[in-house]
């Protein structure tokens, strides 16, 4: 688990397969960083609790947020995204932004 402590006073901590997609993906830290900072959409998985952040990039980060800890769960390439909201839609995910 990959653990960095940006600006702002929360701590950001990558799970083991979070690193293993960014890897397979090309996803680079300072991609989730933007999608998680400024996220051009932003929706609530009701299931998981979770939430899912778009970035102005395509790259889409799932987190957990327990108080200033931030779980990067997953993350995802627009594409992936795409097919994943328009799949389980309203049903699942509220649009936060």
């Known amino acids: 688990m990959l653990l960095l402590e ?7 901590r990558f799970s083991r397969h979070a690193v293993e997609r960014m890897r397979e993906r090309g996803v680079s ?4 960083l933007g999608a998680l900072r400024e996220p051009v959409q932003l929706l609530y998985d009701t299931l ?7 970035g102005v990039d395509g790259v889409a980060v799932v987190y957990a947020a327990r108080g200033r800890v931030v779980e990067v769960v997953t993350v995802m390439r627009r594409r992936e995204y795409e097919a ?3 799949r389980l839609g309203p049903r699942r995910y509220r649009v936060i932004m």
């Open 48 to 54: 998981r609790d979770v939430y899912l952040a778009l």
């Open 29 to 32: 830290v300072e991609e989730v």
């Open 84 to 86: 994943l909201v328009g």
């Open 6 to 12: 940006p600006p702002g006073g929360w701590r950001l």
